[in-house]
């Protein structure tokens, strides 16, 4: 998504902006932007790469600045529409989505304002011209303006004639700098280790104004406060190990702060807004009669516990199909039907190819969600969503599936409300669930010295058998493929419905049996095909929550995850099959991030 980098010093900051801005980079973005005292008000803006604006402002030399990444949602990516956004003597920069842009926008066109773009960002802009005529003091001016903001926001604005420059923050995340020659905001630590590493971060309603001198919060009643200072242990170099001894450990690790970025345009949001899909996804997104998802491996069991979701909220038909297969064989289009293409690189070759073949047979509505921005697959959708999972180097995905399970959601929320199919309460509630999703996963990293000591019963194994059901099935694949990835075990997933239906003439004391056990209305059925096991001699090992009702016995290993998790439960359970497969690939001693024969990005069929 969007990121902001600002400075006031004493030195040119203009470097310091633009190494923020490569920094970002990983967030997704296609335009960016800066505005610099220089020392009127300079705007310099580029519909591409940050290298493009990098070489507009060489040679310029400003000591307060301002600058961007914007990541398309009103309106198309453009350097019309790119931030900074201006209005008068002043110019704002802006991460989130504006809720209430359209009133506003009425509001101030009948006050004589010209609107010169399609982002919900130059209404803040106008907004806070107009505050300044009756307020003529900024931080005051911003103090009130955010006020009347509804929906998340990060704000920074520089003003002709002031060496400062003033932040609000509402939902999406901001925060401070400070070194001994001058301050700084970013939206993110890594924009800013350059610099500092003394960071300070801004809680929702903040206003921070900062200066060469130091920085001053307020809070929206005018009461001022003082907030922690914090010394930055970020890498500045994101594809470092730093602590971790794999780059599989770091990843999975990190996925509680990959959860909040993936999410962070939700922070403060009361609704889901069709406008995280991009500009043109209003639209697109009405009418939409099913969904078909196309990706290949890992990418392809997220996309099958979508169709649950999918299925179960919006109420509309999904198929899941393997890339590589859907453009082999004669399918009927359908017009009406949403296409999403799910890919960590978003080069996969097959899943391109699988889109291009949709597009051919007329069907025009496709999404993707990707991890890079700039990838094949997004740039030949019609409407994107980034996962901000951050650079992922083990070949085995963990944290890239994690946020594609998110943003998988997050679109079945956004189908479920075009198909009017909340109830009172229910949209904010899935919102609040998404929201503290970070905080359960980190309860599951908390289980791993259990998980370590299930690792070496696995290890002298040559076969085993993952089992779940209805949503968890699919994770019952995913555990599977991820212990056939690094450890070499051979594994399979399966229905837990289907064991009787043949898996169950392998189970024997040297096939050890993993279950999905989440305390949902197929957990007694579950229980009856785990003791099936049991009565062949298996040996099985359960992930269960913590109020299933699932015993340890001879022969039945329990570990015990957070209380259910209703229908986000699958994001929770992954977790734990990823920290299983990368213990017992640790006894058996093989090269976790590089397991042989396997690529981290399938650009070929």
């Excluded at 110019?91 to 989130?96: D, L, M, R, S, W």
């Excluded at 004639?161 to 939206?187: H, M, Q, T």
């Excluded at 242990?233 to 594809?239: I, K, N, Q, R």
């Excluded at 090992?541 to 001879?554: G, M, R």
Aim: aromatic share 6%.
């Amino acid at each position: 998504m969007c990121g902001i980098v600002a400075a006031v010093a004493d030195r040119n900051i203009v470097p310091v902006l633009i190494e923020g801005l490569k920094k970002l980079e990983y967030r997704g973005y296609d335009s960016a932007g800066l505005a610099l005292l220089n020392p009127g008000l300079i705007r310099l803006r580029s519909n591409g790469r940050v290298a493009e604006l990098a070489a507009q402002v060489e040679g310029l030399s400003a000591g307060a600045g301002i600058a961007h990444t914007r990541w398309a949602t009103h309106g198309v990516p453009s350097e019309r529409n790119a931030h900074p956004h201006v209005s008068g003597g002043l110019a704002v920069v802006h991460n989130g989505i504006i809720e209430n842009y359209a009133e506003l926008r009425r509001m101030l066109t009948a006050l004589g304002y010209v609107f010169v773009t399609d982002t919900d960002t130059e209404t803040i802009a106008h907004l806070l011209d107009h505050t300044l005529k009756t307020v003529p003091d900024l931080f005051e001016a911003v103090r009130r303006t955010s006020a009347e903001l509804i929906g998340a926001y990060a704000i920074c604005v520089l003003r002709e004639g002031e060496e400062r420059i003033v932040a609000a923050k509402s939902g999406a995340p901001l925060l401070l700098g400070s070194a001994a020659d001058g301050c700084y905001a970013a939206s993110d630590a890594s924009a800013l280790l350059q610099v500092t590493r003394t960071m300070v971060y801004l809680e929702d309603g903040d206003i921070a104004e900062i200066s060469r001198h130091g920085f001053r919060i307020m809070r929206p009643d005018g009461a001022s406060v003082v907030r922690a200072s914090h010394e930055s242990t970020l890498s500045a170099d994101a594809v470092e190990l730093g602590q971790y001894s794999h780059y599989m450990q770091k990843e999975i690790f990190e996925q509680p702060q990959a959860l909040a970025n993936t999410m962070e345009m939700i922070g403060g949001a009361q609704s889901v807004s069709p406008h995280l899909f991009g500009a043109a996804a209003p639209e697109l997104l009405a009418g939409v009669n099913s969904v078909l998802i196309v990706a290949c491996g890992t990418s392809h069991h997220a996309g099958l516990v979508a169709r649950y979701w999918i299925e179960q909220l919006a109420g509309i038909p999904c198929t899941v199909e393997i890339a590589s297969e859907y453009r082999y064989r004669m399918s009927v289009p359908n017009q009406q039907q949403l296409v999403v293409a799910i890919s960590q690189s978003g080069e996969t070759a097959d899943t391109l190819a699988a889109v291009k073949h949709a597009k051919g047979l007329g069907m025009a509505r496709t999404l993707s969600i990707c991890n890079v921005a700039e990838s094949a697959i997004v740039r030949e959708s019609a409407l994107k969503f980034l996962t901000r999972a951050g650079p992922e180097i083990g070949v085995a995905s963990t944290k890239a599936f994690t946020t594609q399970l998110a943003a998988l959601f997050l679109l079945a929320l956004a189908l479920a409300k075009e198909q009017g199919r909340f109830a009172h309460g229910d949209e904010l509630k899935h919102l609040d669930d998404l929201r503290h999703l970070p905080v359960a996963v980190h309860q599951v990293l908390a289980i791993e010295p259990e998980i370590r000591r299930w690792a070496a019963a696995f290890a002298g194994k040559h076969h085993a058998l993952f089992l779940g059901r209805g949503h968890h099935y699919p994770i019952a694949l995913e555990g599977a493929l991820k212990l056939k990835e690094i450890s070499y075990i051979h594994a399979e997933g399966y229905p837990a419905g289907e064991l009787k239906h043949g898996p169950l003439a392998l189970v024997d004391r040297d096939m050890p049996v993993v279950a999905v056990a989440p305390n949902d209305m197929l957990l007694e059925k579950l229980k009856s095909n785990l003791q099936e096991v049991r009565a062949r001699g298996g040996e099985l090992y359960v992930f269960a929550d913590a109020d299933s009702a699932v015993a340890e016995s001879d022969g039945v290993h329990i570990l015990r995850l957070p209380t259910h998790y209703g229908l986000l439960s699958p994001v929770l359970h992954v977790v734990a099959m990823q920290l299983l497969a990368y213990h017992v690939a640790l006894v058996k001693g093989t090269d976790v991030d590089k397991p042989r024969n396997l690529a981290k990005s399938v650009t070929v069929e």
